[in-house]
C-alpha cells in the first residue's frame, strides 16, 4: 500500500483572495486575475460586461477544452469590467480552473466567493481527487460537513471515496465509507459503486466482495467493478466465474466487461476451453466487431499461442485501425525463435498492407516490427523500416533507437548502430548499454571500455545492466587491472550485490584466468541462481579442473537448483577437457533421458571432443553421422583436431577435404589441409592446396597475443617485427631459450632442433610465436612471484606448447595462456591440458 499524503491545512486557514492591491514580487492571483488598479489609459469609464450566458459558455468551452488561457482572460474580462457573478457562474469558473488541473487558482476563487452550495464543494473536491492529493480532498470535504448551509450529497461521498482509493488510503476510505453507511447514500448504486472501486485500488478484495454483496441497488457498473477486482487482483479463473454469474443474473455483457476478462484470461494457461467459450459469447452478444473487443481476443489468443485464431479474428475485423494491427503485429512478436522465418515474414506483409491501407502507424507499430525483424535474417527489410521511422518522424524517440541499435548489432553493422546512439536526442541508461553491448558483442571491448568512461562523463548514472556487460568486455580483453577498477566501481556503487552483476564478475575473472578470484565471486553472491552456478562450473571446467566442476555439478543438484541446458554443457566442457568419458556420456544421457532436453550443436560438439580425447575418433565421426550433422563445419574442426593430435592422418585428409568443401572461402580450412599434407608427406598436394588459396585471394588471419604489464597492454603479431617491445623481448627469450638448452638433454629438446642450431638460436623460428615473445616481456618485468598471462587469439601450436612447459620449469614460474578453447597453466614441466589442447 503506498504511503499516505502529508495532510495540508484545513480550508479555514488558507488566504482569501485579497481585495487590496498588492506589489507584483508579493503576487496571490496570476496576472490575468489580478484586478484592474484603474480604467484604461484614456479612458474615463470600464468596458461594459458581457452576458451572463456568454460568461457560461465561455467557462463551459474552457472546461469542455481544458483551455486554461481562456478561462483566466475571461475572469480577467469579468473583473476589470466590475461584474460580480452570482453562484451559478462561480461554480462554473472553478469548474473550469478544476478541469486544467488549476487547483491553486480554483482554491483561491473558493475561498473568495461568498456563498457556496453542494456543487461548489463537490467541484473543489473532485478537483483534489483527480490531482491525487487525496489530503486536501478529506480537508474539503471536513469543511463541507461543517458547513451548515450544505448538506453532501452522494457525489461528494463519490469524489471523496475516488480521493482515498487513488491514493491508496483504505483507512480514510472506510472512514468514509461509514459516514456514507450512517447518512444512508451508500445504499444507492451510485456510492456503493464508488465503494467497491475504492476497496479495489487498495487491493482489499474482500471489502470488495463483502460491499458488492451488501448493496441494495447494483447495475452494470457494479458487475464491471466487481470483475475488474478480481482481474486486477491477478485471479482471473474467478473473474470468468463472475462472468457466467453476471450472465445468469441477467446483467447485459457489454464491451467493457467482456475485454476485461479477455485481457485476463490472456494470462491464463492450459484455458483453451475457456478461451473458446468466451469467444462464442463474444459472438452471441454481437461484439465480435468491436474494435476493443476484437483487439483483446486478438491479444489473448496470440499470448498463448492461437496464432491462426488471431489472424481469424483480425480479418472479421470491419474497420481495422492502427491499434488492430499493433495488436497482430505485436503477437508475431511475442512468438520468439519458435516459428519458421515464413511465419514471422507475415508480421511484415501485415505491416506493408496497414501501409497500403494508409494507416499512419504508431512507434508501438515500430517497436513490435523491429522486435520482428531481430528474429529475421533480413537488412534490406530492417534498413527500409528505418527508413520508415525517418520518415514518419519517430527516429527521435529512444525505445525505437534501443530497438535499431540492437538490430545493427545483431548483423555486425555496429557503426550503424552507433549511428542510432548519436541520433537519438534523449540518451536514457538502456541505450548507453545497448550500444556498449553491440560493441562487445561485435568484439570492439576496447571501444565498449572507452565508452563507458564516456558515459562516466556524462553525469547519466549507470545501472546492474551497464556493469555488467562492461564486466563481459573486460573477460573478452582479459585485462586484469581494468577488471579490478571495474570490479571496485561495481562495490562501491552497491552494484556487487545484484546476482546478474556477480554472475558477470565470475566471468570476467575465468577470462583473465583468475580462478581464485572466480570462485570469492561466486561465494559471495548473496542470491545464487542457476547461471551462477554453471558459470563457476565453466570456470573450473576451461582451467582444468574437472572433478571440482563435477563436484560442484552435483552439490548444485543436492541443492535443488533448477539445471537447464548451460549447466549441462559446463559440465560437458570439464568432461571433454579431462577425458572424463563415462562421466561425459552419464551426464549426456541424464540430459536427454531424464530432463528431456534436446542437445544442441555445442552439446554434440563436446561430446565430439571427448570422444577424440580419448582417441575415439572412428566413434566420434559416427557420433557426427548419427546426428545427420554431415555438413557441420564446426563439428568436423573438432574430429579434425583429435585426428592431427592422435595421428589418424587418413582420416584428418579425409576431413580436412570435406571441410574444404563445407567452407571454400574460410582460409583456416586451406591451413589446415596444407598441414595435413604436409605430415603425411604428400607435397603435391600440399603445394595444390596453397595454389588455390593464394587463386582465391584468403591470407591467413595473423596470430596476435597480448598481455598487461604495468598498466599498458602489450601486443604481438605472430612474424611481426613492428612491436615496440619486440627487441627486448626477442633478446630475452633468446636468453632463456639458451639456459633451458643447456639444462636439458639434447634428445629432449627436438621440438626447437630446427631454431636451435650449434647453440644458436634462429630469429626466424622465434618470430613465428608472439606468445612466447609475450612470456619472455613477461618474465622480465613482472615479479618473480607473479604468475605470467598471455592471450592468444589463436590456438597454440605444439613447439611452443613444449616450449613454454620448458620454460615453467626453468624458471619456476607459473606460466598461464588462454586460446579460443581453454587456458594453458603450465607449472614444473607440465600443461594443465595434459597434452590435449
Given at each position: 500500500?503506498?504511503?499516505?499524503?502529508?495532510?495540508?491545512?484545513?480550508?479555514?486557514?488558507?488566504?482569501?483572495?485579497?481585495?487590496?492591491?498588492?506589489?507584483?514580487?508579493?503576487t496571490?492571483?496570476?496576472?490575468?486575475?489580478?484586478?484592474?488598479?484603474?480604467?484604461?489609459?484614456?479612458?474615463?469609464?470600464?468596458?461594459?460586461?458581457?452576458?451572463p450566458?456568454?460568461?457560461?459558455?465561455?467557462?463551459?468551452?474552457?472546461?469542455?477544452g481544458?483551455?486554461?488561457?481562456?478561462?483566466?482572460?475571461?475572469?480577467?474580462?469579468?473583473?476589470?469590467?466590475?461584474?460580480?457573478?452570482?453562484?451559478?457562474?462561480?461554480?462554473?469558473?472553478?469548474?473550469?480552473?478544476?478541469?486544467?488541473?488549476?487547483?491553486?487558482?480554483?482554491?483561491?476563487?473558493?475561498?473568495?466567493?461568498?456563498?457556496?452550495?453542494?456543487?461548489?464543494w463537490n467541484?473543489?473536491?473532485?478537483?483534489?481527487?483527480?490531482?491525487?492529493?487525496?489530503?486536501?480532498?478529506?480537508?474539503?470535504?471536513r469543511?463541507?460537513?461543517?458547513?451548515?448551509?450544505?448538506?453532501?450529497?452522494?457525489?461528494?461521498?463519490?469524489?471523496?471515496?475516488?480521493?482515498?482509493?487513488?491514493?491508496?488510503?483504505?483507512?480514510?476510505?472506510?472512514?468514509?465509507?461509514?459516514?456514507?453507511?450512517?447518512?444512508?447514500?451508500?445504499?444507492?448504486?451510485?456510492?456503493?459503486?464508488?465503494?467497491?472501486?475504492?476497496?479495489?485500488?487498495?487491493?482489499?478484495?474482500?471489502?470488495?466482495?463483502?460491499?458488492?454483496?451488501?448493496?441494495?441497488?447494483?447495475?452494470?457498473v457494479?458487475?464491471?467493478?466487481?470483475?475488474?477486482?478480481?482481474?486486477?487482483?491477478?485471479?482471473p479463473?474467478?473473474?470468468?466465474?463472475v462472468?457466467?454469474w453476471?450472465?445468469?443474473s441477467?446483467?447485459?455483457?457489454?464491451?467493457?466487461?467482456?475485454?476485461?476478462?479477455?485481457?485476463?484470461?490472456?494470462?491464463?494457461?492450459?484455458?483453451?476451453?475457456?478461451?473458446r467459450?468466451?469467444?462464442?459469447?463474444?459472438?452471441?452478444?454481437?461484439?465480435?466487431?468491436?474494435v476493443?473487443?476484437?483487439?483483446?481476443?486478438?491479444?489473448?489468443?496470440?499470448?498463448?499461442?492461437?496464432?491462426?485464431?488471431?489472424?481469424?479474428?483480425?480479418?472479421?475485423?470491419?474497420?481495422?485501425?492502427?491499434?488492430?494491427?499493433?495488436?497482430?503485429?505485436?503477437g508475431?512478436?511475442?512468438?520468439?525463435?519458435d516459428?519458421?522465418?515464413?511465419?514471422?515474414?507475415?508480421?511484415?506483409?501485415?505491416?506493408?498492407?496497414?501501409?497500403?491501407?494508409?494507416?499512419?502507424?504508431?512507434?508501438?507499430?515500430?517497436?513490435?516490427?523491429?522486435?520482428?525483424?531481430?528474429?529475421?535474417n533480413?537488412?534490406?527489410?530492417w534498413?527500409?523500416?528505418?527508413?520508415?521511422?525517418?520518415?514518419?518522424?519517430?527516429?527521435?524517440?529512444?525505445?525505437?533507437?534501443n530497438?535499431?541499435?540492437?538490430?545493427?548489432?545483431?548483423v555486425?553493422?555496429?557503426?550503424?548502430?552507433?549511428?542510432?546512439?548519436?541520433?537519438?536526442?534523449?540518451?536514457?541508461?538502456?541505450?548507453?548499454?545497448?550500444?556498449?553491448?553491440?560493441?562487445?558483442?561485435?568484439?570492439?571491448?576496447?571501444?565498449?571500455?572507452?565508452?563507458?568512461?564516456?558515459?562516466?562523463?556524462?553525469?547519466?548514472?549507470?545501472?546492474?545492466?551497464?556493469?555488467?556487460?562492461?564486466?563481459?568486455?573486460?573477460?573478452?580483453?582479459?585485462?586484469?587491472?581494468?577488471?579490478?577498477?571495474?570490479?571496485?566501481?561495481?562495490?562501491?556503487?552497491?552494484?556487487?550485490?545484484?546476482?546478474?552483476?556477480?554472475?558477470?564478475?565470475?566471468?570476467?575473472?575465468?577470462?583473465?584466468?583468475?580462478?581464485?578470484?572466480?570462485?570469492?565471486?561466486?561465494?559471495?553472491?548473496?542470491?545464487?541462481?542457476?547461471?551462477?552456478?554453471?558459470?563457476?562450473?565453466?570456470?573450473?571446467?576451461?582451467?582444468?579442473?574437472?572433478?571440482?566442476?563435477?563436484?560442484?555439478?552435483?552439490?548444485?543438484?543436492?541443492?535443488?537448483?533448477?539445471?537447464?541446458?548451460?549447466?549441462?554443457?559446463?559440465?560437458?566442457?570439464?568432461?571433454?577437457?579431462?577425458?572424463?568419458?563415462?562421466?561425459?556420456?552419464?551426464?549426456?544421457?541424464?540430459?536427454?533421458?531424464?530432463?528431456?532436453?534436446v542437445?544442441?550443436?555445442?552439446?554434440?560438439?563436446?561430446?565430439?571432443?571427448?570422444?577424440g580425447?580419448?582417441?575415439?575418433?572412428?566413434?566420434?565421426?559416427?557420433?557426427?553421422?548419427?546426428?545427420?550433422?554431415?555438413?557441420?563445419?564446426?563439428?568436423?574442426?573438432?574430429?579434425?583436431?583429435?585426428?592431427?593430435?592422435?595421428?589418424?592422418?587418413?582420416?584428418?585428409?579425409?576431413?580436412?577435404?570435406?571441410?574444404?568443401?563445407?567452407?571454400?572461402?574460410?582460409?583456416?580450412?586451406?591451413?589446415?589441409?596444407?598441414?595435413?599434407?604436409?605430415?603425411?608427406g604428400?607435397?603435391?598436394?600440399?603445394?595444390?592446396?596453397?595454389?588455390?588459396?593464394?587463386?582465391?585471394?584468403?591470407?591467413?588471419?595473423?596470430?596476435?597475443?597480448?598481455?598487461?604489464?604495468?598498466?599498458?597492454?602489450?601486443?604481438?603479431?605472430?612474424?611481426?617485427?613492428?612491436?615496440?617491445?619486440?627487441?627486448a623481448?626477442?633478446?630475452?627469450?633468446?636468453?632463456?631459450?639458451?639456459?633451458?638448452?643447456?639444462?636439458?638433454?639434447?634428445?629432449?629438446?627436438?621440438?626447437w632442433?630446427?631454431?636451435?642450431?650449434?647453440?644458436?638460436?634462429?630469429?626466424?623460428?622465434?618470430?613465428?610465436?608472439?606468445?612466447?615473445?609475450?612470456?619472455?616481456?613477461?618474465l622480465?618485468?613482472?615479479p618473480?612471484?607473479?604468475?605470467?598471462?598471455?592471450?592468444?587469439?589463436?590456438?597454440?601450436?605444439?613447439?611452443?606448447?613444449?616450449?613454454?612447459?620448458?620454460?615453467?620449469?626453468?624458471?619456476?614460474?607459473?606460466?598461464?595462456?588462454?586460446?579460443?578453447?581453454?587456458?594453458?597453466?603450465?607449472?614444473?614441466?607440465?600443461?594443465?591440458?595434459?597434452?590435449?589442447?
Amino acid at each position: 500500500m503506498l504511503p499516505q499524503r502529508q495532510r495540508s491545512p484545513e480550508p479555514d486557514h488558507l488566504l482569501p483572495i485579497p481585495t487590496h492591491p498588492v506589489h507584483p514580487n508579493h503576487t496571490t492571483l496570476p496576472t490575468q486575475l489580478r484586478p484592474a488598479e484603474g480604467p484604461p489609459h484614456g479612458a474615463g469609464h470600464r468596458f461594459p460586461p458581457l452576458e451572463p450566458s456568454l460568461y457560461a459558455d465561455l467557462f463551459r468551452r474552457a472546461s469542455r477544452g481544458r483551455l486554461l488561457p481562456l478561462a483566466r482572460l475571461t475572469h480577467s474580462h469579468m473583473i476589470r469590467a466590475g461584474y460580480r457573478p452570482g453562484l451559478f457562474l462561480s461554480n462554473n469558473l472553478l469548474a473550469a480552473y478544476v478541469r486544467c488541473d488549476d487547483t491553486r487558482s480554483a482554491r483561491l476563487l473558493f475561498d473568495g466567493m461568498p456563498r457556496r452550495d453542494v456543487v461548489t464543494w463537490n467541484t473543489l473536491i473532485a478537483g483534489y481527487a483527480t490531482q491525487g492529493s487525496a489530503s486536501l480532498a478529506l480537508g474539503a470535504f471536513r469543511g463541507a460537513r461543517w458547513d451548515g448551509s450544505v448538506a453532501v450529497d452522494r457525489f461528494t461521498y463519490a469524489a471523496v471515496l475516488a480521493a482515498c482509493g487513488g491514493a491508496r488510503d483504505w483507512r480514510s476510505g472506510r472512514v468514509t465509507h461509514g459516514l456514507a453507511v450512517v447518512s444512508g447514500l451508500a445504499r444507492t448504486a451510485f456510492v456503493a459503486n464508488s465503494v467497491i472501486d475504492m476497496y479495489a485500488k487498495c487491493g482489499m478484495i474482500d471489502e470488495v466482495r463483502l460491499a458488492f454483496d451488501r448493496a441494495d441497488e447494483r447495475d452494470e457498473v457494479s458487475w464491471n467493478l466487481l470483475l475488474s477486482a478480481y482481474v486486477r487482483m491477478g485471479w482471473p479463473e474467478v473473474a470468468v466465474s463472475v462472468l457466467v454469474w453476471m450472465h445468469r443474473s441477467g446483467v447485459k455483457l457489454d464491451a467493457f466487461a467482456l475485454g476485461r476478462i479477455l485481457k485476463a484470461c490472456s494470462e491464463l494457461e492450459d484455458s483453451e476451453d475457456v478461451r473458446r467459450m468466451l469467444h462464442g459469447c463474444v459472438i452471441k452478444v454481437g461484439l465480435d466487431l468491436d474494435v476493443f473487443v476484437g483487439s483483446t481476443m486478438m491479444d489473448m489468443y496470440a499470448k498463448n499461442g492461437g496464432l491462426e485464431e488471431a489472424i481469424k479474428v483480425f480479418g472479421c475485423i470491419p474497420c481495422q485501425n492502427v491499434v488492430i494491427y499493433n495488436t497482430m503485429i505485436a503477437g508475431f512478436a511475442r512468438l520468439g525463435n519458435d516459428p519458421c522465418p515464413e511465419i514471422r515474414m507475415e508480421a511484415i506483409r501485415i505491416y506493408s498492407n496497414m501501409l497500403c491501407r494508409r494507416i499512419r502507424p504508431s512507434k508501438f507499430t515500430f517497436k513490435s516490427v523491429l522486435e520482428v525483424c531481430n528474429l529475421i535474417n533480413e537488412p534490406r527489410c530492417w534498413r527500409q523500416l528505418h527508413a520508415h521511422v525517418i520518415l514518419f518522424g519517430f527516429e527521435d524517440d529512444e525505445f525505437i533507437a534501443n530497438a535499431l541499435i540492437n538490430l545493427y548489432s545483431k548483423v555486425c553493422l555496429v557503426d550503424d548502430s552507433l549511428r542510432c546512439f548519436h541520433r537519438t536526442p534523449k540518451q536514457e541508461i538502456f541505450t548507453w548499454t545497448s550500444m556498449i553491448r553491440a560493441f562487445v558483442h561485435n568484439e570492439h571491448s576496447d571501444k565498449a571500455l572507452h565508452f563507458f568512461r564516456e558515459l562516466r562523463y556524462t553525469g547519466v548514472e549507470p545501472d546492474q545492466f551497464t556493469i555488467s556487460c562492461v564486466m563481459n568486455a573486460c573477460a573478452d580483453l582479459s585485462m586484469p587491472i581494468a577488471c579490478e577498477q571495474i570490479h571496485c566501481y561495481a562495490v562501491k556503487s552497491g552494484f556487487d550485490r545484484f546476482t546478474l552483476c556477480g554472475n558477470s564478475q565470475i566471468e570476467m575473472y575465468r577470462g583473465t584466468g583468475d580462478l581464485k578470484a572466480a570462485k570469492k565471486s561466486f561465494e559471495r553472491i548473496p542470491s545464487l541462481d542457476t547461471f551462477s552456478w554453471s558459470q563457476m562450473i565453466l570456470s573450473y571446467a576451461v582451467h582444468g579442473h574437472g572433478r571440482e566442476a563435477l563436484l560442484l555439478f552435483k552439490k548444485m543438484r543436492d541443492c535443488g537448483v533448477m539445471i537447464n541446458e548451460f549447466a549441462f554443457l559446463a559440465v560437458l566442457v570439464a568432461c571433454s577437457h579431462e577425458g572424463l568419458i563415462d562421466e561425459g556420456f552419464r551426464n549426456y544421457d541424464s540430459m536427454v533421458s531424464h530432463y528431456s532436453f534436446v542437445p544442441d550443436m555445442k552439446h554434440i560438439a563436446c561430446m565430439v571432443d571427448l570422444l577424440g580425447h580419448v582417441g575415439k575418433v572412428a566413434d566420434a565421426e559416427d557420433f557426427i553421422k548419427s546426428y545427420g550433422l554431415e555438413n557441420n563445419a564446426v563439428l568436423w574442426h573438432t574430429l579434425l583436431r583429435a585426428c592431427r593430435i592422435h595421428g589418424d592422418k587418413d582420416r584428418g585428409i579425409k576431413t580436412g577435404e570435406k571441410l574444404m568443401m563445407l567452407e571454400p572461402f574460410t582460409a583456416s580450412s586451406y591451413v589446415m589441409l596444407y598441414n595435413l599434407y604436409m605430415d603425411a608427406g604428400k607435397i603435391s598436394l600440399a603445394m595444390r592446396t596453397r595454389g588455390q588459396m593464394r587463386e582465391r585471394g584468403m591470407t591467413k588471419e595473423s596470430g596476435i597475443s597480448w598481455a598487461e604489464f604495468r598498466g599498458s597492454v602489450h601486443h604481438f603479431v605472430d612474424g611481426d617485427n613492428s612491436c615496440s617491445q619486440k627487441d627486448a623481448s626477442f633478446t630475452r627469450l633468446e636468453e632463456l631459450l639458451v639456459r633451458v638448452k643447456q639444462k636439458t638433454e639434447q634428445g629432449s629438446m627436438n621440438v626447437w632442433e630446427v631454431g636451435f642450431k650449434s647453440g644458436k638460436v634462429s630469429e626466424n623460428a622465434i618470430d613465428k610465436h608472439g606468445e612466447l615473445l609475450a612470456v619472455a616481456l613477461g618474465l622480465s618485468t613482472l615479479p618473480n612471484t607473479a604468475p605470467v598471462k598471455v592471450m592468444k587469439n589463436q590456438k597454440m601450436s605444439w613447439e611452443s606448447h613444449e616450449t613454454l612447459k620448458l620454460l615453467s620449469e626453468r624458471e619456476n614460474r607459473e606460466i598461464i595462456v588462454r586460446d579460443p578453447t581453454r587456458f594453458h597453466h603450465f607449472s614444473q614441466g607440465s600443461c594443465s591440458c595434459l597434452g590435449y589442447w
